[in-house]
């Protein structure tokens, strides 16, 4: 049984340049949540969501923004990068109803140079 | 303000020696649930234990252990008999659902068990 699948593992992008990362959610998930994890820091809650639609949001800008298919996999974007977007992007899911806690993804490494 | 402090950064322990990692919490709500994960370098969260508001009874799960005191605010998790393969580091969460919604982390603490 796969768990939560992100890609790629790892990303080198410019300053002002675009990115994209990917979730597949473990089998029998169906909400997706994002979290930003800077060097020797907790993870940050960015957004969630279910049904195709975001949920909740954190403190995060409208550069940020995400998307959900209908086979509840998931994409992150982020818009104009900075130096300080550079982080470790994970990926979370669960049940949307009943369920028992987060399965999480080994992540995304952005660096941004 | 709802907050989630792990005021030990690192702490270093020889291989057998007990070593208890501290959380402390802080919400309103009266129903709300704390996690503890742990990271190992390879970076993913791994799961070790949910506890929810209502239930303050101690768990002890083979070398592991819980300590969830609501009078203290805290949720305190100890390892017995550390091992090398316990280095990683571990984090408190605190969310309002079992799970939907965001998870509140503390900055962490990172636990290395020398041989």
């Known amino acids: 049984d796969a768990g939560v699948t992100q890609s790629p593992t790892h990303l080198i992008k410019t300053r002002g340049q675009q990115v994209t990362l990917r979730c597949s959610p473990k089998?029998?998930?169906?909400?997706v949540s994002w979290y930003q994890q800077a060097l020797g820091q907790g993870p940050q809650f960015i957004f969630q969501?279910?049904?195709?639609?975001?949920?909740q949001r954190g403190n995060f800008p409208d550069r940020f923004s995400g998307h959900q298919f209908p086979n509840y996999s998931s994409e992150l974007n982020v818009n104009a990068l900075l130096l300080g977007d550079s982080a470790l992007y994970l990926c979370?899911?669960?049940?949307?109803?009943?369920?028992?806690?987060?399965?999480f993804g080994s992540g995304t490494r952005l660096t941004v140079v | 303000a709802q907050k989630v402090t792990q005021a030990q950064t690192e702490i270093s322990v020889v291989e057998k020696e007990d070593v208890t990692l501290d959380c402390v919490y802080e919400?309103?709500?009266?129903?709300?649930?704390l996690f503890w994960y742990k990271q190992p370098p390879s970076g993913e969260l791994v799961f070790l234990i949910r506890?929810?508001?209502?239930?303050?009874q101690n768990e002890i799960s083979g070398r592991y252990s819980w300590n969830f005191q609501k009078s203290t605010s805290s949720f305190n998790f100890t390892i017995t008999a550390s091992q090398v393969v316990d280095s990683a580091v571990y984090f408190c969460?605190?969310?309002?659902?079992?799970?939907?919604?965001?998870?509140?982390f503390g900055q962490g603490t990172t636990l290395q068990v020398k041989p």
């Open positions: 969501y279910y049904e195709e639609e975001e949920r």
């Open positions: 506890r929810n508001s209502f239930d303050e």
């Open positions: 919400t309103r709500d009266t129903t709300y649930y």
């Open positions: 969460a605190l969310s309002f659902s079992s799970n939907t919604g965001k998870l509140i």
């Open positions: 089998s029998g998930h169906d909400t």
């Open positions: 979370a899911s669960s049940t949307g109803t009943g369920g028992y806690g987060y399965t």
